[in-house]
């Protein structure tokens, strides 16, 4: 099974993602950490779509395995959302949507501007750069998780229900 994680900067998901990795032993693959690290590479290059191309190979690779896969992403647009279910398809595997969203516009600022970098060398998005962000609503069916309503151990105990997985 593909878990695809997905919602702005600052709504909480990489810290569910991680958390639910960690308890189900899954694979973790954050796209921001590719990203990263293809841009420390070429600095002076638009790197594109790269980072997400290079996730969706390394979910399939996994899924093939029969591993678990956890996918941390924004997943903005309609072509990162179809390369994820692609490379579920590809692997015989279920891919399930969870969007993660934060409705309180303050708390939701004040994640963005005061968290830790957590990958070096990552610059986070300002909160400007957040509400600006090109983000096309989704049009199919996902589970929303709602921060600003819940804990990440609220979360991880929705999802897992959802999942019918142990908690």
């Not at 002076?44 to 979910?59: C, E, L, Q, R, W």
């Not at 399930?96 to 990958?119: G, L, W």
Request: proline share 5%; glycine share 6%; hydrophobic share 40%.
């Amino acid at each position: 099974m593909l878990l695809i994680f997905s919602g702005l900067p600052g709504t909480g998901k990489s810290t569910i993602a991680k958390a639910f990795a960690e308890k189900h032993s899954a694979v973790y693959i954050r796209v921001d950490e590719i990203e990263n690290a293809l841009r420390s590479t070429y600095p002076y290059n638009d790197i594109g779509p790269m980072g997400y191309v290079i996730s969706f190979a390394i979910a399939r690779s996994n899924l093939l395995l029969g591993n678990l896969v956890v996918a941390d992403s924004v997943n903005p647009v309609l072509e990162s959302r179809h390369g994820w279910h692609a490379a579920a398809k590809d692997a015989n595997a279920i891919a399930f949507d969870i969007e993660v969203v934060c409705s309180n516009k303050q708390e939701h600022r004040r994640r963005v501007e005061t968290r830790p970098a957590e990958i070096v060398g990552h610059q986070h998005p300002t909160w400007e750069r957040v509400e600006t962000m090109d983000y096309v609503p989704w049009e199919t069916d996902r589970f929303i998780i709602d921060t600003a309503k819940t804990d990440p151990h609220g979360a991880l105990a929705e999802i897992s229900i959802r999942l019918g997985l142990v908690l």
